[in-house]
Nanobody, 120 residues
Framework: QVQLVESGGGLVQSGGSLRLSCDAS????????MGWYRQAPGKERALVAT???????NYPDSVKGRFTIFRDNAKNRVSLQMNNLKVEDTAVYYC??????????????WGQGTQVTVSS
């Protein structure tokens, strides 16, 4: 079994900062990419940031320059530093992992989600 455990969500004022972390554990043979997605009420889940094993990152324009994703390969941990938060960043944030499990299968896993609320 595999688990993704997220932490770090909460309530912050506009212009503030938060850091999210996600720890992956279980039958993971090799972790490929990890990332963060978010879903606001009434909207589809959307990309926030991804990072490959080699550290190549990808961000949509909406968060570029404000959010930074980084990972610890030894711990299978991915973190998201969010600065200059805006009200429109309010959403449930989900950790995602793409990996090969101990049986050789490639899998996508999602965390349970953590709420980020930005007040004006």
């Amino acid at each position: 079994q595999v688990q993704l455990v997220e932490s770090g969500g909460g309530l912050v004022q506009s212009g503030g900062s938060l850091r999210l972390s996600c720890d992956a554990s279980g039958s993971i043979f090799s972790m490929y990419s990890m990332g963060w997605y978010r879903q606001a009420p009434g909207k589809e889940r959307a990309l926030v940031a991804t990072i490959t094993r080699d550290g190549i990152t990808n961000y949509p324009d909406s968060v570029k320059g404000r959010f930074t994703i980084f990972r610890d390969n030894a711990k299978n941990r991915v973190s998201l530093q969010m600065n200059n938060l805006k009200v429109e960043d309010t959403a449930v944030y989900y950790c995602n992992a793409f990996f090969r499990d101990d049986l050789g299968s490639r899998r996508y896993y999602w965390g349970q989600g953590t709420q980020v609320t930005v007040s004006s």
